[in-house]
């Protein structure tokens, strides 16, 4: 399908974004510089907004703040609606009503991209691939930069960089239900769980969001899912793009797979070794599979197995994500990233015990006893934070010494107390931050911090005992 609407059009249009966010500032930026006549309507006050509302009367951009009034707005050619406001909002069940398009940010910048587009969607492990495709295509010297949810709006992506070949680019499936015309040339699914299924409803529509990923894709492009999983199965039966597999088990026919311990790819016939599988710099099954469709993705886009190989290898990983702080013969992880049980678990089954495990944070409900193996198997000691404490402590206390210890400063003191040489200190909450933090950010950067503290003052007091 062609563009929902050519640059030609967007000249003069009236453009209406629903919500100030990053990704809707980024919208109304791009829309504005192509010549649209943008008006941008918030449902927060004005005094939430100060830097927002100097930024769009510098651009000349018309805002209304404190609800979707639109009275003052002319009717809209289309409007572009922030991942934040449900499809089925009000507000946007009148444009839709009215007979207006709406479609969201990504599909915006879309719209003015002319270079290859990769798209990475799934409920677990966006990031890291999405990071690791980038940073394998830049190792090859292609010019590529990751943007989308990633935190780095397309729609600025496609204004601050025109020479881009490559854009490597994080879609939510909140983004991908209001995507039109949005083409990826490879699209990659990591995964589908259980996650997310408040604002979905149920797990088919849930599936449907992802399965837009596809939707305008063609036979020369290229769908990168896992094999095995049913649900995954059935929503891809019929799909237009080639399908390439990914497996952890077998090299599939037409994928990318584990075999003999080594990475292996088959996409042209033959199979292609890339790489040992304990030569990949992050830990984990979870990132072995995140590994086997960055490689997939590369190899399509035809980098040599010995440029994936090294662009696997290179990579650093992503800050909060089993990220290694230090490690002074003990290994201190920051897994900050971990919010939900899940993340816990895969986390634990990525490193290796014993384990001092600070948890804890703002409790989501869903229960802890999937861990109890786990736990038994390789914690040691558990250090509790936050007001997911007690819950921790009832599910998983009768298994290893336990302790509630309130915050992050006390947890890091007394893991450098507690935990032998060869130890790991794993900050994997479990738990939302936000009883303690503003976000899973500023939790692993005051961990981070709190542990190069930690090594320090280790060092002054052993260049004090020097000079002494
Ligand atoms: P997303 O962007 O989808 O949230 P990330 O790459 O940021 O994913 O990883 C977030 C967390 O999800 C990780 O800390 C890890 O616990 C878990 N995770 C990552 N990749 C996978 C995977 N392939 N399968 C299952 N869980 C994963």
């Known amino acids: 399908m062609d563009s929902m609407f050519s640059t030609d059009e967007i000249q003069g249009a009236n453009a209406l974004v629903l919500g100030a966010s990053r990704s809707g500032m980024a919208a109304a930026r791009l829309l504005k510089d192509a010549g649209a006549n943008v008006y941008v309507s918030e449902i927060r006050p004005l005094a939430d907004l100060e830097s927002a509302a100097t930024e769009f ?9 404190g609800g979707h009034r639109l009275k003052e707005f002319p009717i809209p050619d289309f409007a572009v609606v922030s991942p934040g406001i449900p499809t089925n909002a009000p507000i946007v069940d009148q444009l839709k009503r009215q007979g207006r398009p709406v479609v969201s940010e990504i599909e915006v910048a879309s719209w003015f991209y002319i270079g290859t587009v990769i798209a990475i969607t799934g409920s677990n492990g966006k990031t890291t691939v999405t990071r690791w495709i980038e940073h394998t295509l830049r190792q090859a010297k292609l010019n590529a930069i990751a943007c989308g949810n990633i935190g780095y709006p397309f729609c600025d992506m496609v204004r601050d960089h025109q020479k881009v070949t490559h854009a490597v680019v994080e879609v939510s499936s909140f983004q991908l239900e209001t995507v039109t015309s949005f083409h990826p040339h490879v699209s990659v699914l990591t995964n589908i769980s259980e996650d997310h299924l408040d604002r979905h409803v149920d797990m088919e529509g849930y599936a449907k969001a992802k399965a837009r990923v596809w939707m305008n894709q063609q036979k020369d492009d290229f769908a990168v899912i896992p094999k095995g999983d049913e649900l995954i199965a059935s929503i ?9 597999h990914v497996s952890l088990d077998h090299v599939p026919k037409m994928g990318a797979g584990v075999e003999d311990g080594e990475i292996r790819l088959q996409l042209n016939g033959q199979t292609e070794s890339i790489m040992r599988v304990d030569e990949l710099p992050i830990p984990g099954r979870h990132n072995l599979a995140n590994a086997l469709c960055a490689a997939a993705a590369c190899r399509i886009l035809k980098l040599s197995p010995e440029e994936i190989r090294e662009g696997l290898q290179s990579f650093p990983g992503v800050p909060h994500r089993l990220e290694v702080v230090t490690n002074n013969g003990r290994v201190w ?26 948890a804890g944070g703002r409790d989501k409900g869903a229960s802890y006893e999937s861990l109890r193996e786990l736990v038994k198997e390789k914690v040691e000691e558990l250090l509790l934070i936050g007001e997911g404490a007690d819950r921790f402590q009832q599910e998983l206390g009768d298994l290893v010494t336990t302790k509630s210890v309130g915050d992050l400063s006390v947890a890091v003191r007394e893991a450098d107390e ?14 939302a931050s936000f009883d303690q933090f503003k976000n899973f950010e500023e939790r692993g950067d005051v961990f981070r911090d709190l542990v190069r503290d930690l090594n320090v003052s280790d060092e002054v007091s052993e260049s004090g005992e020097k000079s002494e």
Do not use: H, M, Y
């Not at 009367?57 to 703040?65: A, C, Q, S």
């Not at 891809?236 to 390439?244: D, Y």
């Not at 971990?338 to 495990?357: H, I, K, M, Q, W």
């Not at 507690?418 to 738990?431: F, K, R, Y």
């Open 236 to 244: 891809s039966l019929s799909i237009r793009p080639q399908t390439i």
């Open 333 to 358: 992880i920051n897994d900050s990233k971990a919010t939900n049980v899940d993340s816990l678990r895969v986390a634990l089954e990525a490193v290796r015990g014993p384990v001092v495990l600070i």
């Open 418 to 431: 507690l935990a032998e040489p060869g130890a790991t200190v794993l900050l994997s909450p479990g738990c």
């Open 57 to 65: 009367e510098n651009l000349g951009i018309v805002f209304e703040t």
